[in-house]
């Protein structure tokens, strides 16, 4: 069973920078998408980036700018940089990755702001 890994997170103040990284136990095969959400207490799951295999990009408008995300091909790995970092940025970050029409998750990893 794949499964993926998170890592990166942890406290961080207002302006600041992280970057997640995104690893599976196992091996994988055709990715066709990597991608990053979010979801802050009492909030919804919110996506917030996504890579396809192709490389394209797609971002929730407040990620637009301030976060990037990136691939390693070789490594298998999704990462998630983040800059100027807001208090309201703090969440649990789960990574996703999509392959052979399956959605793998991760655990997520805590990401908190402070002011």
């Known amino acids: 069973q794949v499964q993926l890994v998170e890592s990166g997170g942890g406290l961080v103040q207002a302006g600041g920078s992280l970057r997640l990284s995104c690893v599976a136990s196992g091996s994988i095969f055709r990715i066709n998408a990597m991608s990053w959400y979010r979801q802050a207490p009492g909030k919804q799951r919110e996506l917030v980036a996504v890579?396809?295999?192709?490389?394209?990009?797609n971002y929730a408008d407040f990620a637009k700018v301030r976060f990037t995300i990136s691939r390693d091909n070789a490594k298998n790995t999704v990462d998630l940089q983040m800059n100027s970092l807001k208090p309201e940025d703090t969440a649990v970050y789960y990574c996703?990755?999509?392959?052979?029409?399956?959605?793998?998750w991760g655990q997520g990893t805590q990401v908190t702001v402070s002011s």
């Open positions: 996703k990755y999509f392959a052979l029409a399956r959605h793998y």
């Open positions: 890579m396809t295999s192709a490389g394209n990009t």
